[in-house]
Nanobody, 124 residues
Framework: QVQLVESGGGLVQAGGSLRVSCVAS????????MSWFRQAPGKEREFVAG????????YRTDSVKGRLTVSRDNAKNTVYLQMNGLKPEDTAVYYC?????????????????WGQGTQVTVSS
């Protein structure tokens, strides 16, 4: 049974930092593209960042790329999203997702497995 379990969310002031993590089990982690999506209140879920098995990355926008960094540790079956310079508009539930790839898709329908999400709240 495949499981993706996120952790590390919380409440932070604007300008602060958080690192969210996602531990995968039940799949060959190193074979999967891993991505982060987020869903803000009243909005659709959107792609944030993704990383291939070899470490290639894609980000939603240049502004996100400058503040958020996706990484993975295949030995620990874990993908991370380091978030710096957080803004109130980054408030959302953050989900990790796994796709067989090989390329990073920004479309959620392409993803095979999802975590339950972790809440990130940025206060102004």
């Amino acid at each position: 049974q495949v499981q993706l379990v996120e952790s590390g969310g919380g409440l932070v002031q604007a300008g602060g930092s958080l690192r969210v993590s996602c531990v995968a089990s039940g799949l060959t982690f190193s074979s999967y593209v891993m991505s982060w999506f987020r869903q803000a209140p009243g909005k659709e879920r959107e792609f944030v960042a993704g990383i291939t098995w070899a470490g290639g990355t894609t980000y939603r926008t240049d502004s996100v790329k400058g503040r958020l960094t996706v990484s993975r540790d295949n030995a620990k079956n874990t993908v991370y999203l380091q978030m710096n310079g957080l803004k109130p508009e980054d408030t959302a539930v953050y989900y990790c997702a796994a796709d067989r790839g090989p390329s990073i898709s920004t479309y959620e329908d392409e993803y095979d497995y999802w975590g339950q999400g972790t809440q990130v709240t940025v206060s102004s």
